[in-house]
């Protein structure tokens, strides 16, 4: 078990989302602490806050508005302090290109989201426990999708 609580942020323009995720990882047998942002500009915000304690994952909607989670996750890997925060793409949708874009911009995982709450509560272990180390040294598209 992690001596520290793991850091986890999530960014989701759905209140019932992000709810169900909170829930959802009380159940999850690990120390953490989550901070949920309902858009992306409330994440980059606060990233950018030399002030504030870094994440050690970023769940990331795609789809929100003001500003997407594909312009948030531009921005995280453009910038030398953010870059190597593991970014976990968090969505409904299931589109090739949504998915082969966040490949591509340096999305570390993409999870479709689950309407199961079991579900749920296994990909977010399943997240949680991942050797990120390998993760973001080999970037494999095999592994990208973490299937349910």
């Known amino acids: 078990m992690r001596p520290t609580p793991l850091h986890i942020m999530l960014a989701d323009d759905d209140e019932d ?7 959802a990882f009380e159940e999850v047998k690990i120390k953490y602490e989550i901070s949920s942002f309902s858009d992306g500009e409330q994440l980059m915000a606060h990233l950018n806050n030399t002030e504030n304690a870094l994440p050690d994952i970023i769940f990331l909607d795609l789809n929100m508005p003001r500003k997407s989670g594909m312009e948030c996750l531009k921005e995280i890997r ?6 190597r925060i593991s970014v976990a793409i968090y969505s409904t949708s299931s589109s090739e290109q949504d998915i082969e874009d966040t490949f591509v911009a ?17 990909v977010l272990s399943d997240v949680v426990h991942i050797n990120w180390q390998y ?14």
């Open 17 to 23: 989302d992000r709810l169900f995720f909170e829930e």
């Open 106 to 122: 340096g999305a570390n995982v993409y999870i479709r989201k689950p309407n199961d709450f079991n579900m749920l509560k296994k």
């Open 135 to 148: 993760i973001v040294d080999g970037l494999n598209k095999d592994s990208f999708i973490l299937s349910l």
């Open 78 to 83: 453009a910038n030398d302090r953010l870059k």
